[in-house]
């Protein structure tokens, strides 16, 4: 099956989803106040589209999970290389990481609230949080596996500490690390919903919570369904910077 063709047929399933979905309530199977129909929830983003509130919540919700994934995201990433590179401070980081890694973060949200009232910065950090450790995680398990033969060969090639890293370790490496930041994006968006509930005055999870307390199933419903298609833009962005960085390996090939 060529690349154009598989990119279609993934959508084989989600439309089909739609026209039973669809049909099961035109037919009255599934009554509009349990699970409203699709052409509902399609009316219910349009409208909101068109009085602003839709556009504004989503550059809202957007902008919150990019702030907090570039930070956990970045302090994973280092600690992951530190870690990884060196036993010293793998010996003196990685165990306290690991006992906190098993503390569900959602866990945190009173010590949040404690900390950070219920401000922006609660949000954020919740966050950050919750992408930390699978990024953390994936970066230190792919430089410690990456092959120590390929290590040992740029040695003997004279190759510098630096030019090791850049050119053997780190993409060694990439695999795991982009494993760990397609994990990350998906707890960033579970942890958004919650961390959306903190007294927020705007974003998705608001808009659900208001909607929730006037019974409007159908906007409820257009909440879930927008972080379904955010959560599905990440990640095929993510694949498509994986297949860029990791072009020259048999298993990212074009047509592999």
Do not use: C
Request: glycine share 10%.
């Amino acid at each position: 099956m060529s690349g154009a063709a598989r990119r279609w047929a993934i959508w084989i399933g989600p439309l089909v989803l739609l026209v039973l979905w669809q049909g099961a309530s035109s037919f009255g199977a599934i009554p509009a106040r349990i699970l409203p129909a699709p052409i509902a929830v399609l009316q219910a983003g349009l409208r909101l589209t068109l009085s602003g509130s839709l556009p504004h919540d989503i550059a809202v919700s957007s902008a919150r999970a990019l702030v907090g994934l570039v930070i956990g995201g970045s302090v994973g990433f280092a600690l992951g290389l530190l870690t990884g590179v060196s036993r010293l401070a793998q010996a003196l980081l990685d165990p306290s990481l690991q006992m906190i890694r098993n503390i569900p973060h959602l866990a945190l949200l009173p010590l949040v609230i404690i900390w950070f009232g219920v401000e922006e910065s609660a949000r954020i950090f919740l966050v950050a949080l919750g992408v930390f450790f699978p990024i953390y995680l994936n970066t230190y398990h792919g430089i410690r596996t990456v092959d120590p033969q390929l290590i040992e060969m740029g040695r003997v090639y004279g190759m510098s500490r630096w030019d090791l890293f850049g050119k053997i370790i780190l993409p060694g490496a990439l695999a795991s690390i982009f494993v760990g930041l397609r994990f990350a994006l998906g707890i960033m968006w579970l942890t958004l919903i919650v961390a959306e509930t903190l007294a927020a005055s705007s974003g998705i999870g608001h808009m659900a919570i208001q909607a929730r307390e006037f019974v409007q199933t159908d906007v409820v419903m257009l909440s879930i369904v927008i972080y379904a298609l955010l959560g599905k833009l990440a990640d095929s962005a993510t694949r498509l910077l994986e297949e860029h960085w990791l072009a020259w390996s048999p298993a990212y090939a074009k047509g592999g």
